[in-house]
């Protein structure tokens, strides 16, 4: 119901009870705009800060052109199985090259990995539309596609590892804060600015192809502003270069076996793994939901009536799943104040359960927009409590792995919820009985979680 990023969660040490955050003010609580006032007087930040929001901004962009085209072409209609492979193409990347970017990003000037990694993109994205404009819609595409975001996770990583170049210290948990949700903000912006110029000028595939031009456009920009830093700024330092001896197939594999050991330590302790349970239970049937939603908008809602019609109404509801989104960045903070972190995460997947399973098999516009409001809520608050809990007890030496693991993990299963479903779920995506087994899957995933949280420790 969104195109949606996995959000990279902050792998810094949580502050210590009652004491304030680095860079936060006794008595005082973070909020976003207090945050980007303080990082906003450093001089470098702001750079690196408007490289993000212009190349977040083509990411929107570029896949409202792709979605789009892919989703809505008036010429084409998709079927569960093709909706799939398309996640798999739109999701994986982020997933599996992630975790092994960092051998490369620590290698190689992450100044030059910002410059040359979006002027590669927007080379991409110009082949990307060009397929587009031809009407190719199969393997030349997804590769294309493929190349695209491929060279994105290194850009988004390259970004994060530059952070601590360009903000002292102190103000770098409120760095952390404030450029993540910038960004994803940003990204939100283009695609619904290239969902409602398309809807307006009621385009073909011509005008998708203009919108990932534009898209590409913006990826020019970013490599430009990022080449305003100096090369040597955003590190790594000479000497971290100097101490890389081993070989990049040695620290792939490196890379690999820490990924293995970030899952064992997660699984093998109470509070960690069941709050990833959780998280895995509600992608797997979010991403069935995402793939219905957008089949019932193109061949059940508005089977007989324009690509355009279609497109212009499920962009409200990409609206109003992003209003859950951001809903829960508020609620989430206030609810975990009055209940624990374990209560919440309970409440939102019998919240899931219920919404589901009332609003669901009925299957009319206006309850799927509620729909989409409450599972954007829940699932974006489970993510906050999973990846606090995950701060909260997973040792220091096996953060940086375990939270690897579960970026990879959180989109994986969203895929294969999906690709799971595309076997049973009809081409208008009218299944009532799928429906009611999502809802008692979010119920038993509730349960489940409620046992297996049981007597979790509050923190190592």
Request: aromatic fraction near 10%.
């Amino acid at each position: 119901m969104s195109w949606q990023e996995s959000v990279p969660p902050a792998t810094a040490q949580p502050p210590k009870d009652n004491q304030p955050a680095a860079g936060q003010l006794p008595g005082r609580r973070n909020s976003f705009l207090g945050d980007l006032r303080v990082v906003w007087g450093e001089h470098d930040f702001r750079k690196l800060f408007a490289t993000r929001l212009i190349s977040q901004t083509g990411d929107g962009l570029f896949t409202a052109g792709l979605g789009g085209y892919v989703f809505f072409n008036s010429t084409n209609f998709p079927n569960p199985a093709s909706g799939a492979a398309a996640f798999a193409v739109l999701y994986l990347p982020y997933s599996l090259i992630g975790p092994f970017a960092g051998v490369f990003i620590d290698r190689w000037s992450r100044r030059q990995i910002l410059v040359w990694s979006a002027l590669l993109r927007s080379v991409f994205v110009a082949l990307t539309a060009g397929l587009v404009a031809s009407g190719q819609l199969g393997v030349p595409l997804y590769v294309a596609v493929l190349l695209v975001l491929g060279v994105n996770r290194f850009f988004l990583s390259a970004l994060s590892a530059a952070l601590p170049h360009v903000v002292a210290e102190d103000k770098l948990v409120m760095a952390n804060s404030v450029s993540p949700t910038a960004g994803g903000i940003a990204a939100a912006v283009g695609g619904l600015a290239g969902l409602g110029v398309h809807v307006a000028v009621h385009g073909g595939r011509g005008e998708y192809a203009a919108t990932l031009l534009a898209a590409g456009c913006c990826y020019i920009a970013a490599g430009l502003v990022s080449a305003t830093m100096a090369r040597t700024l955003l590190g790594p330092g000479q000497a971290v270069r100097d101490r890389q001896h081993r070989n990049i197939g040695q620290d792939l594999a490196i890379v690999a076996v820490g990924l293995v050991a970030g899952a064992k330590y997660i699984f093998s302790r109470r509070g960690p793994a069941s709050a990833l349970a959780a998280t895995g239970g509600n992608r797997i049937f979010y991403g069935i939901l995402f793939l219905m939603s957008i089949l019932l908008w193109r061949n059940y809602f508005y089977a007989g009536e324009s690509a355009n019609k279609a497109l212009s109404h499920y962009a409200v509801l990409t609206a109003i799943v992003a209003i859950g989104y951001g809903t829960a960045a508020f609620v989430t903070p206030v609810a975990t104040r009055r209940l624990s972190k374990r209560a919440w995460i309970t409440v939102l997947l019998v919240a899931g359960a219920v919404v589901v399973g009332v609003l669901g098999p009925p299957f009319s516009q206006p309850a799927f927009l509620v729909l989409g409001f409450f599972l954007g809520l829940s699932g974006q608050g489970i993510a906050i409590c999973a990846t606090t809990i995950l701060q909260e007890q997973v040792s220091d030496d096996y953060r940086g792995r375990a939270f690897s693991f579960y970026d990879m993990f959180f989109n994986a299963l969203f895929v294969g919820g999906a690709g799971v479903s595309a076997a049973f779920m009809p081409s208008t995506a009218r299944s009532v009985p799928l429906m009611l087994a999502i809802a008692i899957g979010y119920a038993i995933t509730a349960a489940g979680y409620l046992a297996l949280s049981r007597r979790s420790p509050v923190r190592t």
